[in-house]
């Protein structure tokens, strides 16, 4: 069967200052009964790691959970080939958008690549006719993606609950529509802290107000859960979330104050790392960060709609890669039964008491937060690679005397979580200084 080509985009460059590291494609007519090939045109081979991900919406734009492609290129991979992805729309597709994304903050080298129309598929299109809401859902004229997702949420479970289509309307309410108004564009309240929000009803319209456009997403969650019986109850995309349907959505239950106690709030690192359905369902439960790692590839493509924070991830050993240091300064580098051994992720710790070191690491700490940055970076995490194996110098099996006279030996559990948390602290600090705004996370375990 021959193919018809639907789409060529050329190879571009995208400057991490910009998209940092990921770049979303615009929204592409999809039908369900046909599929489509991604093909990536590879005319050299790709300087840094690059994947590639499909994602489905339906007629309103909003993602739909399905299995759809991803797949991975690496530096090395020949040129010579063709590498397809197939995309099959589900009854519900409308759209398609595909996502390219790296492992680092960087800049984007995105590869040509074209989009063919393949083989009938047996899907048959939806058919669900949505009742005419009599709410309408107004948002900001100005751009703020949380505000959007807080918009799509709200419309996604009024329709999925109620029945009920609520349009999405900029500025003003749609005439004889009553308004939900998300934003404090619409009313002016000081709601405190952090992402917290505020909801209320004035003259029989709803408001969802923050601060930080981030609370009215959460504002979104309360709102539901207040008025309906809707429970995320679990990860799990296709088994997860719980609720009666009703007959449209009735907004009595309007006043709410909510200030969060924690600025940041996730589930930290999670058994299932770039699961799309696990980070959903966090974000659902009120929590504002994608947790442990989020700047890496599958968290990237996990919390690219769901969170508007942006976070950074180091591990020590490799501030001080082997092949700049290792001969000039083996005391960098862990002991083990007398010899100094090269950092590897799966194998020894750096030195923790090798003050020349450390002082090299903070240094290449700062130059590499600073030469990856980009506007919307709330965290930093740093720690070691996944391993106990630990430097055995002289120095790091010396006691240690604390400043309150207490004497800390091998033996003692505290003596190497002490050893560890002061190196580290130090190693962070000029960092910290530099970005007084940014919370600076240290794991270790």
Same mark, same amino acid.
């Given at each position: 069967?021959?193919?018809?080509?639907?789409?060529?985009?050329?190879?571009?460059?995208?400057?991490?200052?910009?998209?940092?590291?990921?770049?979303?494609?615009?929204?592409?007519?999809?039908?369900?009964?046909?599929?489509?090939?991604?093909?990536?045109?590879?005319?050299?081979?790709?300087?840094?790691?690059?994947?590639?991900?499909?994602?489905?919406?339906?007629?309103?734009?909003?993602?739909?959970?399905?299995?759809?492609?991803?797949?991975?290129?690496?530096?090395?991979?020949?040129?010579?080939?063709?590498? !397809?992805?197939?995309?099959?729309?589900?009854?519900?597709?409308?759209?398609?958008?595909?996502?390219?994304?790296?492992?680092?903050?960087?800049?984007?080298?995105?590869?040509?690549?074209?989009?063919?129309?393949?083989?009938?598929?047996?899907?048959?299109?939806?058919?669900t006719k949505w009742r005419e809401s009599p709410w309408c859902i107004v948002v900001p004229n100005r751009e703020s993606p949380p505000i959007e997702l807080a918009a799509l949420e709200l419309q996604h479970w009024m329709k999925e609950i109620?029945?009920?289509?609520?349009?999405?309307?900029?500025?003003?309410?749609?005439?004889?529509?009553?308004?939900?108004?998300?934003?404090?564009?619409?009313?002016?309240?000081?709601?405190?802290?952090?992402?917290?929000?505020?909801?209320?009803?004035?003259?029989?319209?709803?408001?969802?107000?923050?601060?930080?456009?981030?609370?009215?997403?959460?504002?979104?969650?309360?709102?539901?859960?207040?008025?309906?019986?809707?429970?995320?109850?679990?990860?799990?995309?296709?088994?997860?979330?719980?609720?009666?349907?009703?007959?449209?959505?009735?907004?009595?239950?309007?006043?709410?104050?909510?200030?969060?106690?924690?600025?940041?709030?996730?589930?930290?690192?999670?058994?299932?790392?770039?699961?799309?359905?696990?980070?959903?369902?966090?974000?659902?439960? !009120?929590?504002?960060?994608?947790?442990?790692?989020?700047?890496? !590839?599958?968290?990237?493509?996990?919390?690219?709609?769901?969170?508007?924070?942006?976070?950074?991830?180091?591990?020590?050993?490799?501030?001080?890669?082997?092949?700049?240091?290792?001969?000039?300064?083996?005391?960098?580098?862990?002991?083990?039964?007398?010899?100094?051994?090269?950092?590897?992720?799966?194998?020894?710790?750096?030195?923790?008491?090798?003050?020349?070191?450390?002082?090299?690491?903070?240094?290449?700490?700062?130059?590499?937060?600073?030469?990856?940055w980009v506007p919307g970076i709330a965290r930093v995490d740093v720690g070691y690679g996944d391993t106990w194996s630990l430097c055995t110098c002289p120095e790091c099996v010396k006691p240690v005397k604390l400043p309150s006279?207490?004497?800390?030996?091998?033996?003692?559990?505290?003596?190497?979580?002490?050893?560890?948390?002061?190196?580290?602290?130090?190693?962070?600090?000029?960092?910290?200084?530099?970005?007084?705004?940014?919370?600076?996370?240290?794991?270790?375990?």
């Amino acid at each position: 069967m021959i193919l018809q080509a639907l789409l060529l985009a050329a190879a571009i460059h995208v400057p991490a200052g910009r998209f940092g590291g990921s770049y979303w494609t615009d929204y592409i007519p999809a039908e369900p009964g046909k599929s489509y090939r991604f093909r990536l045109q590879l005319t050299e081979s790709p300087k840094n790691e690059i994947c590639v991900r499909t994602q489905l919406y339906d007629e309103d734009r909003y993602p739909i959970s399905a299995s759809t492609p991803s797949y991975n290129f690496k530096p090395g991979w020949p040129t010579n080939k063709n590498y !397809f992805a197939q995309v099959e729309p589900t009854a519900e597709t409308r759209y398609m958008r595909f996502l390219f994304a790296m492992p680092v903050t960087a800049d984007l080298d995105i590869p040509g690549w074209s989009l063919e129309e393949g083989k009938p598929t047996k899907v048959k299109p939806s058919e669900t006719k949505w009742r005419e809401s009599p709410w309408c859902i107004v948002v900001p004229n100005r751009e703020s993606p949380p505000i959007e997702l807080a918009a799509l949420e709200l419309q996604h479970w009024m329709k999925e609950i109620g029945g009920e289509r609520a349009l999405i309307v900029k500025g003003q309410p749609t005439a004889g529509k009553k308004a939900i108004f998300l934003g404090r564009d619409f009313l002016k309240k000081d709601t405190g802290r952090f992402d917290s929000w505020l909801i209320t009803k004035k003259g029989g319209n709803v408001h969802l107000v923050a601060n930080l456009d981030e609370g009215v997403v959460n504002a979104v969650y309360d709102l539901l859960e207040r008025n309906t019986d809707l429970i995320f109850a679990r990860s799990a995309s296709n088994a997860g979330t719980v609720f009666t349907k009703t007959d449209g959505i009735r907004f009595d239950n309007c006043e709410s104050h909510v200030v969060p106690s924690f600025a940041v709030r996730s589930y930290g690192m999670t058994g299932r790392f770039s699961d799309v359905a696990t980070r959903i369902y966090q974000r659902r439960n !009120f929590c504002n960060d994608a947790g442990w790692g989020s700047n890496k !590839f599958g968290y990237r493509l996990a919390c690219e709609r769901w969170f508007s924070r942006k976070s950074l991830s180091y591990e020590f050993g490799r501030l001080i890669p082997n092949d700049r240091y290792y001969e000039a300064h083996p005391e960098f580098y862990g002991m083990k039964e007398g010899k100094r051994q090269k950092y590897e992720h799966y194998g020894f710790q750096p030195c923790y008491t090798c003050a020349a070191g450390q002082r090299e690491m903070a240094k290449n700490l700062k130059a590499a937060i600073e030469r990856e940055w980009v506007p919307g970076i709330a965290r930093v995490d740093v720690g070691y690679g996944d391993t106990w194996s630990l430097c055995t110098c002289p120095e790091c099996v010396k006691p240690v005397k604390l400043p309150s006279g207490r004497v800390l030996t091998q033996d003692d559990d505290a003596f190497r979580s002490y050893q560890f948390y002061k190196f580290a602290f130090a190693v962070i600090a000029e960092a910290q200084k530099a970005h007084p705004e940014v919370e600076f996370n240290v794991g270790g375990y």
